[in-house]
């Protein structure tokens, strides 16, 4: 799963921290959000998938990574 941030989308507050605080912070700046963990493990995804419901702004996106393939000869 890759997950990406729409920096203008994204309206500060802070709902995704307070979510899944291992894969999003909150710039000191601007109070936007950054992402820490752009590939979250299994253990952050139900974490990541609710932080992207609750995202009033809709700044968040989730990317199924794509089917590896086996190396075979």
Do not use: H, K, N, Y
């Not at 921290?17 to 000191?28: M, R």
């Not at 299994?42 to 968040?60: K, S, Y």
């Amino acid at each position: 799963m890759q997950v990406t941030v729409d920096q203008d989308r994204c309206c500060g507050s802070g709902q995704c921290v307070l979510t899944a605080p291992a894969v999003f912070d909150q710039s000191e700046d601007d109070g936007l959000v950054r992402v820490l963990d752009p590939e979250p493990g299994p253990a952050e995804l139900p974490a990541v998938r609710l932080a992207t419901a609750l995202c009033p702004g809709g700044a968040i996106s989730l990317t199924e990574a794509p089917a590896r393939r086996s190396a075979t000869p």
